[in-house]
């Protein structure tokens, strides 16, 4: 994503580019803290031992899988639309449904 900068001073520049590096940065631990807490509380069922089962780690590994392309491609069909919305929808869409995620990560349940 490219802001248009062209009116702008090359102080105002250098700190709306400070201000998307600090969004994109919190939006990246957002992520990393939905799927950490998504996937522990999905996948881990015992506390015996300091180390993960075998099942569980397989689950924590599959749920992390599928969460980071849910997010890839949550984040596709976010571009796809702005695309369509900036440049007048010449494509005509991708033919079918977007798909969505609740926050509750139902979607990723083993």
């Given at each position: ?30 992520l ?19 180390k ?18 849910l ?40």
């Amino acid at each position: 994503m490219q802001a248009s900068t062209a009116g702008l001073s090359a102080e105002d520049e250098r700190r709306m580019m400070a201000v998307l590096q600090e969004l994109q940065i919190q939006d990246s631990m957002r992520l990393y803290n939905e799927l950490v807490y998504l996937c522990f509380n999905n996948c881990v069922d015992s506390f015996r031992s300091s180390k993960l089962e075998a099942k569980e780690e397989a689950c924590v590994t599959k749920c992390a899988q599928k969460f980071l392309k849910l997010a890839a491609r949550a984040g596709q069909r976010f571009a796809e639309q702005q695309q369509q919305f900036l440049g007048g929808g010449s494509d005509g869409g991708a033919g079918g449904s977007s798909s969505s995620s609740s926050s509750d990560g139902s979607a990723l349940s083993r």
